[in-house]
């Protein structure tokens, strides 16, 4: 049974930083592609980020340059380190697969970015 905990989320200024983190546990996480997702209030949930099993990433227009999608394979965890952040960030932030797999889905972070 596969299971991702979403961790580090939190209330910061416009401006601020936050390192999210996600744990796979009973399952091997090395050879997907994984992804951050994103779900604001009253909108449908977003791909954010992915990055791939060795390592290459890609991100959405609204990240670029202010988030750092990695992973390390022997911890079986991915990381979003989110930089100046803004207002229209907050959200609960998830991760699972990419393309995403409907049973991994978690409890996601909230995230909420106000001054």
């Known amino acids: 049974q596969v299971q991702l905990v979403e961790s580090g989320g939190g209330l910061v200024q416009p401006g601020g930083s936050l390192r999210l983190s996600c744990a796979a546990f009973?399952?091997?996480?090395?050879?997907?592609?994984m992804g951050w997702y994103r779900q604001a209030p009253g909108k449908q949930r977003e791909l954010v980020s992915t990055?791939?099993?060795?390592?290459?990433?890609m991100y959405v227009d609204s990240v670029k340059g202010r988030f750092t999608i990695s992973r390390d394979n022997a911890k079986k965890t991915v990381y979003l380190q989110m930089n100046s952040l803004k207002a229209e960030d907050t959200a609960v932030y998830y991760c699972?697969?990419?393309?995403?797999?409907?049973?991994?889905w978690g409890q996601g972070t909230q995230v909420t970015v106000s001054s």
């Open positions: 009973g399952s091997i996480l090395r050879d997907y592609t």
């Open positions: 699972n697969t990419f393309p995403a797999t409907f049973t991994y």
């Open positions: 990055i791939t099993s060795d390592g290459v990433s």
